[in-house]
């Protein structure tokens, strides 16, 4: 069985800031803009779909394209997702068009941060599949017990301290909690 020492030295904030956060900030910091504005919805799609596939190439896929309309795609899901309490899509594409609450900047900003996020969860995953014996469930249980016992503080109320057997099959709530903690306490997700 993996020890505990080991998984816990791969969660911490300072190697996963060396392996997904540096990365994904340097590459953000790279992208050349040359504007704060767009002039259109189309210029926008555009820029977003671009800047996305160049975040995705550089920090996740290695080299390796999307689809100009998957890149576009994903990036107008990320935006939403960051927009939905200011009016969606078509906030961001305001904001983009007329310089205001940060421009296209923070359009990109909003796009780099979501990819980010998605390489540490997929990073936190695979340390815990790699760390967490998945043909012994006593071993399953102690070492999600233990990962609870020190991480306590990190991880939402919601979950139950007192059932470590509750994640040891399925730790994507437990994973999540602590992703959720990092982004709240964590520079990782401190925007450059």
């Known amino acids: 069985m993996a020890s505990i020492e080991n998984l816990l030295s791969e969660l911490d904030e300072r ?37 996305y596939n160049y975040q995705f190439t550089t920090c996740v896929s290695n080299g390796g394209n999307l689809a100009a309309s998957e890149a576009t795609g994903r990036a107008k899901e990320m935006i939403k997702s960051e927009y939905h309490r200011k009016g969606d899509i078509e906030a961001a594409y305001n904001d983009a068009h007329d310089g205001t609450n940060g421009g296209m900047l923070m359009v990109l900003d909003i796009i780099a941060d979501g990819l980010k996020a998605e390489s540490v969860e997929r990073y936190i995953r695979d340390v815990f599949d790699r760390h967490v014996t998945p043909n012994s469930w006593e071993q399953k249980v102690e070492m999600i017990r233990l990962f609870i016992d020190r991480c306590s503080v990190h991880l939402s109320s919601s979950i139950r301290f007192d059932q470590p057997e509750r994640y040891a099959h399925k730790y994507e709530e437990l994973i999540r909690s602590y992703v959720t903690a990092l982004k709240q306490t964590s520079t990782i997700f401190r925007s450059i």
């Open 15 to 51: 190697t996963i800031a060396q392996r997904i956060g540096i990365p994904h900030d340097e590459a953000r910091m790279r992208y050349y803009l040359n504007s704060n504005t767009v002039r259109s919805f189309d210029e926008f799609t555009e820029a977003i779909g671009r800047y």
